[in-house]
């Protein structure tokens, strides 16, 4: 029998954002001290939990690559993910890392992979490795990248804090359609839980059909 997954960005998704003073930008955190998860994060996960579904993160991490961060400040910010979660009873059941990018300082990470969203090269290790059917499995990210990757493997989308003009602007031009549009990955999983129980009433507002951005 295969398992069915939630698969989760990381970055705006489970943990918050920081600014970057040395590149002036808001990116990943760099270390334990900046990794932060989102309010609700832990609820939700453990919502993922309780409804029999595998949680899976898929998450591009090019901070190595970049020089920005070492692999062990990355196992100390996974470390410190699990920590959080297991005090709220919540568990994530597989994490799945791209740590390359072409433009990589550090040459061994300078490939073109097949693995770095918005290729699908992690959901086909994480469907390999932990029997997972994609098609009826569901995938929560903040960008338009998560949601190619999770559209090219008949995936469920849903994408995070994307109301913004903007946002819709740039999934018009890509043509990505995400399957729904919410604020929060706690809203994601109601959204989830509902689909599931069939409370298909409460969704529809959250479906990206329904603002009707391709018409």
């Known amino acids: ?9 990381r970055d705006g998704t489970i943990n918050a954002m920081v600014y970057n003073p040395d590149f002036g930008l808001v990116d990943s955190p760099a270390n334990p001290d900046e990794f932060c998860l989102l ?5 939700a996960i453990r919502m993922i939990n309780e409804m029999g579904l595998l949680a899976v993160v898929v998450s591009n991490q090019p901070g190595i ?3 920005k ?16 979660l297991d005090k709220a009873d919540a568990r994530l059941d597989a994490i799945y890392y791209c740590l390359h990018h072409p433009q990589a300082v550090l040459e061994e990470y300078r490939v073109e992979c097949d693995c770095r969203k918005p290729k699908p090269g992690l959901l086909k290790q994480a469907k390999q490795n932990l029997d997972i059917d994609l098609v009826n499995s569901f995938l929560i990210g903040d960008g338009i990248t998560d949601i190619a990757a999770g559209r090219s493997s008949g995936i469920c989308t849903f994408l995070v804090g994307s109301r913004k003009p903007y946002i819709i602007e740039e999934l018009f031009r890509q043509r990505i359609q995400p399957d729904y549009l919410v604020s929060t990955l706690a809203e994601a999983v109601q959204v989830i839980q509902d689909i599931e129980s069939g409370n298909g009433d409460r969704i529809f507002p959250y479906v ?3 603002f009707a951005v391709f018409d």
């Open 39 to 43: 309010p609700g994060v832990c609820e």
């Open 208 to 210: 990206f059909k329904s």
């Open 1 to 9: 029998m295969t398992n069915r997954a939630v698969f989760l960005d």
């Open 69 to 84: 961060f070492t692999p062990s400040l990355l196992e100390a910010m996974t470390d410190k993910m699990h920590r959080e």
């Open 65 to 67: 690559a970049k020089g």
